[in-house]
């Protein structure tokens, strides 16, 4: 039995994603429970396909996307291989560590929870180093809590830890940033139970590869959550689990 799957996708992460993967490893060696790592790169062309492919360890597993799906499409498909009892979306850009991953983890088995986020408000390492996307979150959290019932305080989080069978029963048409949000939104509408652990931050530069784009990024997530709070449950389901009892 596998207990966690660390599900790490990548594009031109060569700089980061040795430090990412050693991080992981470091981390399992500190931990009794099983786990697996799943690669999934994205058309990369600065060698961080290469440095994956000859990765040897029986822990880890390697997919090489012939074409670029997008983060949300290769987490989608990391979903769909995972053989954990819960998954966990852990980026390869090395602004997160495992020790984090782990608390997310120990949380949902002892309050029984289906998602765990990993909040850098809760461990201050967001507001003063990124002002405006801090703001952003910030809005775009406030929204979605008061849309959804919730109490969160960093739903655009990349630490998000799911039981996999939970996660399996959703359907997700988000490819792009915006699957960060629709993860929430629609666990939140089927009833998902949903907690927070502090996670550290330690964000690159623009210069340094980061990707996101505070206005066009923060539009396509606000547009998800306004979208999946008028869209069935039923529609979020996917097609084996059609016929569950959910409200709609």
């Not at 929204?143 to 919730?150: D, R």
Request: proline share 2%.
């Amino acid at each position: 039995m596998i207990h966690l799957t660390f599900l790490m996708c990548s594009f031109n992460e060569i700089a980061h994603i040795e430090h990412a993967y050693n991080d992981v490893m470091d981390s399992l060696s500190l931990r009794k429970e099983t786990a697996e790592v799943i690669f999934i790169d994205n058309g990369s062309v600065d060698g961080t396909r290469e440095w994956l492919s000859k990765l040897r360890d029986p822990k880890v597993t390697v997919l090489l996307n012939e074409t670029n799906l997008g983060k949300g499409g290769s987490i989608k498909r990391g979903f769909h291989v995972a053989k954990g009892q819960f998954v966990v979306i852990h980026d390869t850009d090395f602004e997160y560590r495992a020790a984090d991953v782990w608390k997310a983890f120990d949380l949902a088995q002892s309050e029984k929870l289906d998602t765990v986020l990993g909040s850098r408000v809760l461990a201050g390492e967001i507001k003063h180093k990124y002002y405006i996307n801090y703001m952003g979150v910030k809005l775009l959290t406030s929204l979605l809590n008061l849309l959804y019932g919730l109490k969160l305080t960093d739903s655009a989080t990349a630490i998000k830890l799911f039981k996999t069978s939970f996660v399996r029963t959703m359907e997700f048409n988000c490819n792009g940033f915006d699957l960060d949000f629709q993860l929430v939104t629609r666990i939140a509408r089927a009833g998902g139970q949903i907690g927070e652990v502090a996670a550290q931050y330690y964000p690159r530069t623009v210069a340094q590869g980061k990707k996101i784009r505070p206005f066009k990024d923060g539009l396509g997530a606000l547009w998800t959550i306004l979208r999946d709070r008028l869209t069935p449950v039923l529609k979020m389901r996917n097609s084996e689990h059609k016929d569950m009892g959910l409200e709609t």
